[in-house]
């Protein structure tokens, strides 16, 4: 037997849960302080009443033979994937119900995707971005090639001539810089990939946080994306589904490579390793589709999008540089006065009692910034603004 060594070239630690180290470390330090904690991209608003109503009603069905559900489809029930092809419908984009997949999460699937991939494949990764991408492809041993945001793209990195690329992760709105590529750069992108034969694994997990409507919310919003992109999103920001768990991937029917179908790969490999998510979590999600659910759950976003101008506001004024906020729940700033952005974190937590996420954690370009979450109630977001107002940072 041997033992994948791919592992042991993983940081020791998945950096979140490092954060979670220091913070406990410095509570029970200062049992009184109230830490406000805008780090982790956790939600803190409740399921929404649509939500709850069907998850019981969901729930009482299970208590009776006629009702009772065991077993469902891998790929998930029709109910919910005709619902999610009809929000998609509203955005000009047909897409199919048996181009729907449903799993517990885009975390889950955007690392799990990889099964359809060869290790001898090139990876495009941004940096910065969210880390599970790199650690995904590091346990499997593949070559990878990081395009770099920065302060002057806005961290909205473009593929660079003479690039070779077999697989494209983007994600858009960025998580952790909260930037947002145009229609005009998701078309390049969808210009590369098509000329490099590549796939575009394409996170949406934050679409439902764009503001802006002249951008787009779906990579399949082009049409020749069905021809190269596979879209990830998850309701786990968009209606609070973090600890309920469900999400979605879209794999196009006529998305083929070496004359494969993708889509025929995906079922089988969840067929084969996966059992479904739970009819009651399916309830529950077909119900955010509905149109109560949408308006509940659209105010929800607008609660935590008021959070993030009100730390753009205080931002502004204290004349800190940062980008994101005004389409993504994530405030990308630049760290105060050239400090590292770990000595931020240690600074904002023993200081204001603030948590927030080092941007060295999502990546070398990430060095030097630092993440605050909008996910929040607005007094604690209030208060987090008023403690930093008064660092004269």
Not at 188 to 212: G, N, P, R
Not at 367 to 383: C, D, W
Request: contains cysteine.
């Amino acid at each position: 037997m041997k033992i994948n060594k791919n592992f042991l070239n993983l940081e020791d630690s998945f950096f979140f849960n490092t954060i979670g180290r220091k913070v406990a470390a410095f509570a029970e330090q200062n049992p009184d302080a109230h830490i406000i904690r805008m780090g982790i991209g956790d939600v803190t608003r409740p399921l929404v009443p649509a939500v709850i109503s069907a998850l019981n009603t969901a729930t009482a069905e299970m208590s009776e033979a006629a009702t009772f559900r065991g077993y469902g489809a891998e790929q998930g029930y029709p109910f919910l994937r005709q619902a999610i092809a009809g929000y998609y419908a509203e955005k000009g984009v047909n897409i199919e119900i048996n181009e729907i997949y449903i799993g517990d999460g885009a975390k889950s699937d955007v690392g799990n995707i990889l099964d359809l991939f060869d290790v001898d494949n090139t990876v495009i990764i941004p940096d910065p971005v969210y880390p599970a991408y790199l650690d995904a492809n590091v346990m499997a041993g593949r070559k990878i090639v990081y395009v770099e945001g920065s302060e002057e793209n806005n961290f909205l990195p473009m593929p660079k001539a003479g690039m070779k690329a077999d697989i494209i992760y983007m994600c858009s709105p960025n998580n952790p810089s909260g930037a947002v590529y145009t229609p005009e750069q998701l078309e390049k992108w969808v210009e590369y990939a098509i000329d490099q034969k590549a796939v575009i694994l394409f996170d949406a997990a934050y679409e439902t946080f764009i503001q802006d409507k002249n951008l787009y919310s779906s990579i399949f919003q082009i049409p020749d994306a069905r021809k190269c992109a596979i879209e990830f999103c998850s309701l786990s920001k968009k209606a609070g589904f973090t600890g309920t768990r469900c999400g979605y991937t879209i794999v196009p029917r006529d998305l083929e490579f070496d004359g494969i179908s993708l889509g025929k790969l995906w079922l089988r490999r969840q067929t084969t390793k996966y059992n479904g998510v739970a009819y009651i979590v399916q309830r529950g999600a077909e119900a955010v589709f509905s149109s109560e659910g949408r308006k509940q759950t659209d105010a929800d976003s607008a609660y935590y999008m008021e959070n993030a101008k009100e730390i753009g506001k205080t931002l502004s004024k204290l004349g800190i540089w940062y980008t994101g906020g005004k389409n993504s729940p994530y405030i990308w700033l630049k760290c105060p006065e050239n400090t590292t952005s770990w000595q931020f974190f240690d600074y904002l937590l023993e200081n204001a009692n603030v948590v927030g996420t080092p941007g060295a954690g999502f990546g070398k370009k990430g060095e030097g910034f630092f993440r605050l979450s909008a996910f929040n109630s607005r007094e604690n977001v209030l208060l987090a603004m008023e403690r930093m107002t008064n660092l004269n940072l």
